[in-house]
């Protein structure tokens, strides 16, 4: 009974990784995609989209970066045949200067909003295999921005030049001895 039923996958992809494998799979000529395993008798050809590896990293106070490196393998009846695959996709990707349009959940592209990714290197792996390795840059709000103006902190600077400032004997004479000399040679003040 369960080899009648059809199996579904269902693929929940962040909008980046789903819009760089569409772009990949449409400049390739609509290879068959495989994403989770290549079957021991799979077509050709074929474009394998295993899951990038994440580097993480702080970006600024209200940001953080999560760097991405894809792997993705692309097979053909002959080395040559899956390296003209694959340069098809660099060389779309280099002509349209990296950036590779967002699409919806629908497939759709969103107007003016892309993913920008790094230079995409290319190389023959084997007989009938290529690997198209695709980087970028994914900038993303921390969950709490809203809360990070709390977070702040002021810095109060008293300046004791203006007049009617005083500053205690004790911290005089730390000045004095701590001091850096401002004399040009470097030697101690006399």
């Given at each position: 009974?369960?080899?009648?039923k059809e199996v579904i996958?269902?693929?929940?992809?962040?909008?980046?990784?789903?819009?760089?494998?569409?772009?990949?799979?449409?400049?390739?000529?609509?290879?068959?995609?495989?994403?989770?395993?290549?079957?021991?008798?799979?077509?050709?050809?074929?474009?394998?989209?295993?899951?990038?590896?994440?580097?993480?990293?702080?970006?600024?106070?209200?940001?953080?970066?999560?760097?991405?490196?894809?792997?993705?393998?692309?097979?053909?009846?002959?080395?040559?045949?899956?390296?003209?695959?694959?340069?098809?996709?660099?060389?779309?990707i280099r002509a349209a200067?990296?950036?590779?349009?967002?699409?919806?959940?629908?497939?759709?592209?969103?107007?003016?909003?892309?993913?920008?990714?790094?230079?995409?290197?290319?190389?023959?792996?084997?007989?009938?295999?290529?690997?198209?390795?695709?980087?970028?840059?994914?900038?993303?709000?921390?969950?709490?921005?809203?809360?990070?103006?709390?977070?702040?902190?002021?810095?109060?600077?008293?300046?004791?030049?203006?007049?009617?400032?005083?500053?205690?004997?004790?911290?005089?004479?730390?000045?004095?001895?701590?001091?850096?000399?401002?004399?040009?040679?470097?030697?101690?003040?006399?």
């Amino acid at each position: 009974m369960a080899a009648d039923k059809e199996v579904i996958q269902v693929l929940e992809l962040e909008q980046e990784i789903a819009s760089i494998m569409k772009y990949v799979i449409d400049r390739a000529g609509k290879p068959a995609p495989y994403y989770w395993e290549v079957p021991a008798h799979f077509a050709v050809p074929s474009a394998y989209f295993p899951m990038p590896e994440i580097d993480t990293g702080g970006e600024t106070f209200l940001t953080y970066y999560m760097d991405y490196a894809w792997y993705i393998k692309i097979f053909h009846r002959t080395k040559e045949g899956a390296y003209a695959l694959g340069l098809a996709v660099v060389t779309a990707i280099r002509a349209a200067r990296n950036l590779v349009p967002l699409i919806a959940e629908d497939g759709s592209e969103v107007e003016e909003s892309w993913v920008r990714l790094n230079d995409p290197k290319l190389k023959i792996l084997d007989d009938g295999a290529a690997q198209l390795t695709i980087t970028w840059r994914s900038r993303r709000p921390y969950n709490d921005t809203a809360a990070g103006a709390q977070r702040s902190q002021s810095f109060y600077v008293d300046v004791f030049m203006k007049s009617g400032k005083e500053i205690s004997d004790a911290y005089a004479e730390a000045l004095e001895r701590y001091a850096i000399p401002l004399n040009s040679n470097g030697a101690k003040p006399e």
